[in-house]
């Protein structure tokens, strides 16, 4: 009996203290944040993941314990519009993931896609994403409006041009 209790503390032990490893991160910006998803070889916990944005530097912070990742690898990462910079730092028993964003931050969610896809969703502050969203129908406007004028435009065109074809197969 203690021998079959000795094996299963073992096992248990090994299962515990496997380290999870980060494979590849994406990173996508969008109207109201950046979405980092971060591809590992097991699923990560969400007890082994936290979050914090530094405001003075603009600087988020991204801690994943018992997790290792090739930093070389992982800092070549593609950087989207919205990113000033991306820093993967490896610590004793933790991975760290450092964003440096033009926009600063106003909070962190994590949930899983999958059993080896955790995504990270950095959200924007609501008044910025909001006026995102004005600039964006205020551009959309103003290319109808450009659009409107050259269809315009080329109606004239194309009428003075009608005329004159129109006149010259009256003279003819």
Same mark, same amino acid.
């Given at each position: 009996?203690?021998?079959?209790?000795?094996?299963?503390?073992?096992?248990?032990?090994?299962?515990?203290?496997?380290?999870?490893?980060?494979?590849? $991160?994406? $990173?996508?910006?969008?109207?109201?944040?950046?979405?980092?998803?971060?591809?590992?070889?097991?699923?990560?916990?969400?007890?082994?993941?936290?979050?914090?944005?530094?405001?003075?530097?603009?600087?988020?912070?991204?801690?994943?314990?018992?997790?290792?990742?090739?930093?070389?690898?992982?800092?070549?990462?593609?950087?989207?519009?919205?990113?000033?910079?991306?820093?993967?730092?490896?610590?004793?028993?933790?991975?760290?993931?450092?964003?440096?964003?033009?926009?600063?931050?106003?909070?962190?969610?994590?949930?899983?896609?999958?059993?080896?896809?955790?995504?990270?969703?950095?959200?924007?502050?609501?008044?910025?994403?909001?006026?995102?969203?004005?600039?964006?129908?205020?551009?959309?406007?103003?290319?109808?409006?450009?659009?409107?004028?050259?269809?315009?435009?080329?109606?004239? $065109?194309?009428?003075?041009?009608?005329?004159?074809?129109?006149?010259?197969?009256?003279?003819?």
């Amino acid at each position: 009996m203690v021998r079959i209790s000795l094996r299963v503390l073992i096992m248990l032990s090994i299962v515990v203290a496997q380290k999870s490893n980060i494979e590849r $991160i994406n $990173i996508n910006t969008m109207q109201n944040g950046v979405t980092i998803n971060i591809v590992s070889d097991i699923k990560i916990q969400r007890s082994q993941i936290t979050g914090w944005y530094n405001p003075s530097t603009s600087w988020s912070y991204i801690t994943i314990f018992n997790t290792v990742g090739n930093t070389d690898t992982l800092n070549k990462s593609d950087l989207d519009e919205g990113i000033a910079d991306l820093e993967i730092i490896q610590l004793d028993e933790s991975l760290q993931i450092g964003i440096r964003t033009i926009s600063s931050i106003k909070g962190f969610e994590f949930y899983h896609d999958s059993d080896y896809l955790m995504t990270a969703s950095l959200r924007y502050p609501i008044d910025q994403s909001l006026a995102f969203i004005d600039k964006k129908e205020v551009d959309k406007k103003t290319k109808w409006s450009f659009a409107k004028k050259i269809l315009s435009e080329f109606n004239t $065109i194309f009428t003075l041009i009608s005329a004159i074809v129109l006149m010259n197969i009256i003279i003819n």
